[in-house]
């Protein structure tokens, strides 16, 4: 077999096969002899049929059935040969495909790119150290009430905080517009749940009043035909309610699971849970640092094979997510491809590290990570169990762990600098951080 390759660009080979006639000629032969096995023709004993009938009939589509198994066998071994590392499927090109002549055949493809990890010594971590404070569980505590809130009714005139039972029809220069309208509707005001304007027209009302109101639809609204118009609202109250704070009782901590221990158990389980979440949020701030320390510090050139994929793959999500009549495909590619690029990228530098620092899943950290996720059931013990007897679920548990052991590999080498915060801005996310 003769097999020359060419370099394109970075990525891409452009690699020449050839593949004697006489294996061809074998292959299609081989075929043949087992279509004679099996085949029925009129006139003869099933096995006995002659083999120039045979080909007269076959010969075709086994030819054609034998190229395209030599071309992918052959270029496997080529590649073997070529020590080369394919991204993806290749493009293959015909030269010769001529009956009693060598298949002679262009693969062009891209390959892994080859490069070594650099650069962790001069990246910069910032790690967080943060505590849960008795303040900080005053706070969650008050945040749980008030998510619990229960509505009664208020013999008074609405404030901000009540939550009003409404009919109301809208109008744009006298005529009804569709989703203007409805009937019982629950409204908190300062919800912001309706276009500016309206709640606060209702702060003062009672129930059994009638207002009309002029808000306008601000100018990026979601609807581009109300966008920037004044609507005239004629609202009619149908009840005021005042919100009510649940007691701290054992009725209200049996809502959470919490059947003994009164206030000192709540307490305990909600410093338990905001620990966890004070941990998962410093390891997660922590890791996305590597990663993107990873990133700068390695550039490299990623497959558009892979970055295809994976845009095909972002498209998936996106239509899961939100939903609709779309198909993937129909999503524009560029609305995906600067992350799905990332994504790659990231991806072949994590799995260098992997590689180019022998490392493995800890099954001791598997284990931690399983009872961890576990403790937030109230039977962990079956949850344990579960993902030890679920495969493909303890593998991705198994990936994560991987992905850690690659971040402390990185802060082994990495500048780290510790930085005392409270429980609320650790556990502030990233972006929210970032825009104060």
Do not use: C, H
């Amino acid at each position: 077999m003769q097999v020359s390759v060419e370099s394109t660009s970075a990525l891409e080979r452009r690699m020449t096969i050839g593949v004697p006639a006489e294996r061809i000629e074998n292959e299609v032969t081989k075929r043949l002899q087992q279509t004679a096995r099996r085949v029925k023709v009129p006139g003869f004993r099933p096995g006995k049929v002659p083999m120039s009938v045979i080909r007269q009939r076959y010969e075709d589509s086994a030819r054609q059935e034998a190229l395209g198994d030599l071309i992918q066998s052959s270029f496997y071994e080529a590649v073997v040969e070529q020590k080369l590392n394919p991204a993806g499927q290749p493009a293959v090109e015909p030269k010769v495909f001529e009956k009693g002549k060598d298949l002679e055949y262009i693969a062009t493809f891209e390959v892994f790119p080859e490069f070594e990890v650099t650069g962790l010594d001069g990246i910069a971590i910032e790690r967080l150290q943060a505590d849960v404070a008795d303040s900080d569980i005053d706070n969650m505590l008050d945040i749980l009430r008030k998510q619990n809130t229960r509505f009664e009714a208020a013999e008074r005139a609405a404030e901000n905080g009540d939550q009003l039972n409404i009919d109301f029809v809208g109008k744009i220069d006298g005529e009804a517009f569709a989703g203007g309208s409805a009937k019982g509707t629950q409204l908190v005001l300062g919800s912001g749940r309706m276009i500016p304007g309206f709640e606060d027209a209702l702060v003062g009302v009672k129930a059994g009043e009638e207002r009309v109101i002029t808000p306008t639809f601000p100018e990026d609204y979601q609807n581009l035909d109300l966008a920037g118009k004044t609507a005239e609202f004629t609202i009619t109250v149908n009840s005021v309610s005042a919100p009510v704070l649940p007691e701290l009782t054992d009725e209200f901590f049996a809502q959470f699971g919490i059947k003994e221990g009164g206030i000192d158990g709540f307490r305990a389980e909600v410093r338990k849970n905001m620990e966890r979440e004070l941990r998962q949020a410093i390891k997660a701030k922590i890791k996305n640092q590597v990663m993107e320390g990873l990133l700068g510090a390695n550039p490299i050139d990623a497959p558009k094979a892979l970055i295809a994929s994976e845009v095909d793959s972002l498209r998936v999500q996106a239509v899961q997510q939100f939903g609709g009549n779309i198909k993937p495909d129909q999503l524009p590619a560029d609305l995906f491809e600067e992350q799905a690029k990332r994504r790659v990228v990231l991806g072949l530098i994590v799995a260098e590290v992997v590689k180019q620092f022998e490392l493995k899943p800890d099954d001791a950290r598997v284990r931690e990570l399983i009872e961890e996720m576990a403790s937030a059931y109230q039977e962990p013990e079956q949850v344990v169990a579960w993902y030890y007897n679920n495969d493909q679920q303890l593998n991705e548990v198994r990936s994560v762990v991987l992905e850690e052991q690659v971040v402390d590999t990185v802060l082994q080498k990495a500048k780290v600098t510790d930085k005392s915060v409270s429980y609320e801005e650790a556990v502030k996310p990233a972006e929210a951080a970032k825009a104060e």
